[in-house]
């Protein structure tokens, strides 16, 4: 588990982190949103020990983990702009990462490296910006550490590398209980593969919260209500939004799936359906009761 209380960080008069708190539990993928400059990069160099906070901490299974050798063999972390050695190929840095973290998996590798199509001997300095994030992410997976940090991972790659790569976060979530932590600016990346999203904005959480648990509790209803009746007069419904075009009427509204079939069943409308939100109408809905508008942020 991942934890942080009170974390901040400043740069002179910038606050970039804001006195967040938040945990991140074992076994799932932790999705950072928000937009550029709103601290996400700098949060994820606090969780990997590069910067030392200025106020609170930041522990990984309840080690803190600036300057703590054995805390940071924990977790492998993919920066926004890759990084290797001068004139380094990818099998000189497996070797490096061999030395660092001891179960490093070589078979998985050289495995991963031929099927995504890479030349282990060639300079990572002629690769491109997509194929060096895919020799970071290989790297990454095959260092077998719990935790895997993600600074804009997905930027870069083509839809299909995308998919292999959230497919590959997947079987070792599974198969060794693997917990991502995914930084990005964009909703739509993280909609399938996230369990927990944090929306970060001016180095603060503005939300935090668990996906299932937000779509269990927030639907989308499409109405043809009867000739007399207005939505207003849908008494019962927790509504956060409404919007008519002529007679078919969306609503966003709160409270279990039941709960709210039993409801408009009761007003005997013409039809309605409830139909799932994706993440970002969820995401929207939700801001917008905190008075932010989403759409500004992160979209």
Request: net charge negative; aromatic share 10%; with cysteine.
């Amino acid at each position: 588990m991942i934890e942080a209380v009170n974390l901040t960080k400043r740069f002179e008069d910038i606050v970039a982190v804001d006195c967040i708190n938040a945990v991140i539990r074992e076994g799932s993928v932790f999705g950072l949103i928000g937009t550029n400059g709103a601290g996400k990069s700098t949060f994820l160099r606090l969780a990997s020990g590069i910067l030392k906070p200025d106020e609170g901490y930041i522990t990984i299974d309840g080690q803190e983990v600036f300057e703590n050798i054995p805390a940071k063999k924990r977790f492998f972390y993919i920066s926004d702009e890759q990084y290797f050695f001068s004139n380094a190929t990818p099998l000189e840095m497996m070797h490096y990462y061999k030395k660092v973290y001891q179960d490093f998996n070589e078979n998985r590798f050289h495995k991963l490296m031929s099927n995504f199509g890479l030349d282990e001997k060639r300079k990572l300095h002629t690769f491109s910006k997509g194929m060096k994030k895919q020799v970071s992410v290989i790297c990454g997976v095959c260092a077998n550490t719990d935790y895997l940090f993600c600074d804009e991972t997905f930027d870069g790659l083509d839809p299909v590398m995308r998919q292999t790569v959230k497919s590959i976060f997947a079987a070792d979530m599974e198969d060794r209980n693997l917990t991502p932590v995914i930084a990005s600016h964009n909703l739509r990346e993280l909609e399938d593969i996230c369990d927990h999203v944090g929306l970060l904005h001016r180095g603060g959480i503005l939300l935090s919260k668990d996906l299932d648990a937000m779509k269990l509790n927030i639907h989308k209803l499409q109405c043809v209500l009867q000739p007399e009746m207005k939505p207003e007069d849908l008494i019962g419904l927790d509504k956060v939004s409404v919007e008519e075009r002529g007679r078919l009427c969306t609503l966003t509204v709160r409270g279990s799936r039941d709960e709210v079939e039993a409801i408009m069943s009761s007003y005997n409308p013409v039809f309605f359906e409830c139909i799932p939100l994706s993440l970002e109408e969820i995401f929207i809905s939700e801001t917008e009761v905190a008075g932010y508008d989403i759409r500004k942020l992160v979209l």
